[in-house]
Nanobody, 126 residues
Framework: QVQLLESGGGLVQTGDSLKLSCVVS????????MGWFRRAPGKESEFVAA????????RSADSVQGRFTISRDNAKNTVYLQMNSLKPEDTAVYYC???????????????????WGQGTQVIVSS
């Protein structure tokens, strides 16, 4: 059974940084496209970033470009989300997800992903 476990969330101030981690177990990590999504209070789930199986290709939402960076370490079965220059509108529960597939261009919607973590809360105070 594939399991994803996020960590690294917390309460920070505007302009601060956080690094989220997501460890995958029970599957072959290098076969998964990995993504991050978030859900803010009262809002729909939003795509944040995705990375190809090899780590050579990534895609991120316009709202986080230049501030958030996705990365992965296939040796550690872990995907990361480095979040810099955080804003109050980044407040959300952040979820990592794994998809059996290729490329990242199409992996921007929830239905493309097969496995999900339980989420980690990020709160950015103004």
């Amino acid at each position: 059974q594939v399991q994803l476990l996020e960590s690294g969330g917390g309460l920070v101030q505007t302009g601060d940084s956080l690094k989220l981690s997501c460890v995958v177990s029970g599957g072959t990590f290098s076969l998964y496209v990995m993504g991050w999504f978030r859900r803010a209070p009262g809002k729909e789930s939003e795509f944040v970033a995705a990375m190809s199986r090899s780590g050579n290709t990534m895609r991120s939402a316009d709202s986080v470009q230049g501030r958030f960076t996705i990365s992965r370490d296939n040796a550690k079965n872990t995907v990361y989300l480095q979040m810099n220059s955080l804003k109050p509108e980044d407040t959300a529960v952040y979820y990592c997800a794994a998809a059996l597939g290729l490329g990242v261009a199409s992996h921007v919607t929830r239905d493309k992903y097969d496995y999900w973590g339980q989420g980690t809360q990020v709160i950015v105070s103004s």
